[in-house]
């Protein structure tokens, strides 16, 4: 995960707005019912871009939130059995996203993340015997050896720590957020030219 430090400077102004935002729904999670609070909802789906699904999915993926938000052990598996079973979707990015908020040391699948992890996502589904499945315990497995062991491993890097002061000097109102989450924004800034 090596990005030069000048790379990692120009991405922290861009991550003001967002972790605003972040910080915000950070402080409302265990403070409002996420199904019945449209401004929490409406704030979650600008942070996280969550758009261009069907009512359904809302409905389910926020009933999901509200019953889970208390649970520290929370896994991704669990995540995206549930949204598989309930709305016959495989969804790695908001299905991580969604476990990142009920549980914060825990990174985001996200294109840009992966992309800067310098990895190659595996495919969402499997054909077997001419049907079509979702390929969960293959996306767990890569979320939690690929995207999460690999952002661990940087953490405890000088490389990490650099980062990690220069996002604290730059916005020390963050000091209460956990490390993962300042890697994870610093990833999904860095943009290549």
């Known amino acids: 995960m090596k990005a030069p430090i000048s790379k990692v400077k120009r991405s922290l102004p861009k991550i003001e707005k967002g972790l605003k935002q972040y910080i915000s729904l ?3 999670i ?5 199904v019945r609070d449209k401004a929490f909802q409406r704030d979650y789906n ?3 871009r969550l758009r261009q699904r069907p009512k359904e999915f809302y409905v389910e993926y926020y009933k999901f939130m509200e019953r889970r938000k208390n649970d520290k052990h929370l896994t991704f598996e669990q ?3 549930h949204l598989y079973k309930k709305l016959e979707r495989v969804e ?19 294109s840009k993340v992966v992309k800067n ?8 589904y499997r054909q077997a015997d001419g049907k079509k499945y979702a390929n969960i315990c293959e996306l767990d497995e890569f979320y939690k050896v690929k995207i999460h062991k690999r952002i661990d491993d940087f953490l405890c890097t000088e490389e990490a720590e ?10 020390p109102e963050a000091k209460g957020i956990s490390k993962m989450k300042k890697i994870d924004l610093i990833l ?4 290549e030219k």
Do not use: C, T
């Open 26 to 28: 950070m402080e409302r």
């Open 30 to 34: 265990h403070r409002v019912n996420v």
């Open 46 to 48: 600008a942070f996280f």
């Open 79 to 81: 995540v995206l059995k």
């Open 92 to 110: 790695v990015s908001f299905g991580s996203k969604l476990l990142s908020m009920v549980r914060p040391k825990m990174p985001v699948w996200d």
């Open 117 to 124: 992890l310098d990895l190659k996502e595996p495919p969402h």
């Open 162 to 171: 650099e980062w990690i002061k220069l996002f604290d000097e730059r916005y």
């Open 188 to 191: 999904w800034q860095i943009r």
